[in-house]
Every structure is written in structure tokens, then in C-alpha cells.
């Protein structure tokens, strides 16, 4: 089966992915004159299967993790998430059934390598935002004890204010 040529292993992916049994892609392949055996087929199937069912398994477990940080407004957990997430998928597909290297053909070989640029790209993305956002809060809370402190000096405020002030200002904690 590894030695078909790529254009047949596909065909034979698309035809089981639509639901043909093997012996409806036993008789395409027939029409096509691949010289392919039942038994070959059957394991190769079965490995096609169970890949795409780890796969779907991936994918549902993502989806209902998404779903709960969706939830939660968490966005820069889910960017994490689906930087590490996506990065394991190509991993993943990389091992063959039995954990040995997958060989890819020079195009699919392209699409690799640009999709962990990508992902090196966004994780970078990522790091940079969380670093902009920790500078911009601690500006603001600079200028906001700043304001208090100046305020302290000149007597304008009382201690009580002070506290409120940093608890709204500085943490974002306002009383009801």
C-alpha cells in the first residue's frame, strides 16, 4: 500500500471518509487496475481509521475545552490553547500508527513547516500582547498612585480615600 502512488492513497481516503466499505474501494481499485490486495487494503484501512478517529477525538476534546474558556472570557488562554493544540495535532499526524515517522512528500513537507512557522509566529504574537498588556497596567497604575500620592502630599485626601482610590484605580475593585 506505501508504494501506491499518493493520488490513489488519497482516493482511497476520500472513498472511506464518504463511508465505502472495502470492498466498494476493492472494486474502484479494480476499475482504476491498482494491483492492490483485500488484505492490504483491510490494514491499511485500519489504520486510516483509527488515525481519523484520534484525530475526531483531538478535535471533540479541543472544541468542549474551547467551548469552557469561550465560557469564561478567557482570550489569552485560548490563544495558548489553540497554539499547543494545534501544535500537538501536526505532531500527532507526523508519527505513523506505530510511532514511526511519517515521510511526506515535498508539498505536504511545505504545509508542515509553514504551519509551525505559524504557530511560532503566534506564539510569539501571544507574547508580545500579554507583554503590552502588562506594560499599559503598569502605567496606569503608576499614574494612578502618582495621582493619589500628590494628592496625600498636598492634604487633600484622607487615608480612607487613599485606600478606595488605589482599590479602584490600581486594582480595578470597586465598592457597591
Known amino acids: 500500500m506505501d508504494r501506491l502512488p499518493a493520488d490513489l492513497r488519497e482516493l482511497i481516503g476520500r472513498l472511506r471518509e464518504g463511508g465505502c466499505t472495502i470492498d466498494e474501494i476493492m472494486a474502484k481499485l479494480r476499475e482504476l487496475d491498482a494491483d492492490v490486495g483485500r ?6 484501512i485500519k489504520r486510516f481509521d483509527a488515525i481519523r478517529a484520534r484525530l475526531q477525538n483531538s478535535r471533540s476534546a479541543a472544541e468542549a475545552i474551547m467551548a469552557r474558556l469561550e465560557d469564561t472570557g478567557a482570550d489569552d488562554r485560548v490563544a495558548r490553547f489553540n497554539i499547543a493544540s494545534l501544535h500537538a495535532s501536526v505532531m500527532e499526524l507526523m508519527a505513523g500508527e506505530d ?7 515535498p508539498k505536504s513537507a511545505k504545509l508542515v513547516s509553514e504551519t509551525l512557522r505559524n504557530l511560532a509566529s503566534a506564539a510569539k504574537a501571544d507574547q508580545d500582547r500579554a507583554l503590552n498588556l502588562k506594560k499599559v497596567l503598569g502605567e ?6 502618582e495621582n493619589v500620592a500628590g494628592e496625600v502630599a498636598a492634604g487633600q485626601t484622607d487615608p ?17
Open 39 to 44: 488484505s492490504g487494503l483491510g490494514e491499511y
Open 99 to 105: 510511532g514511526e515517522l511519517v515521510t511526506l512528500d
Open 140 to 145: 496606569q497604575a503608576r499614574k494612578a498612585i
Open 160 to 176: 480612607a480615600e487613599v485606600l478606595r482610590r488605589i482599590r479602584e484605580d490600581v486594582y480595578g475593585i470597586f465598592e457597591r
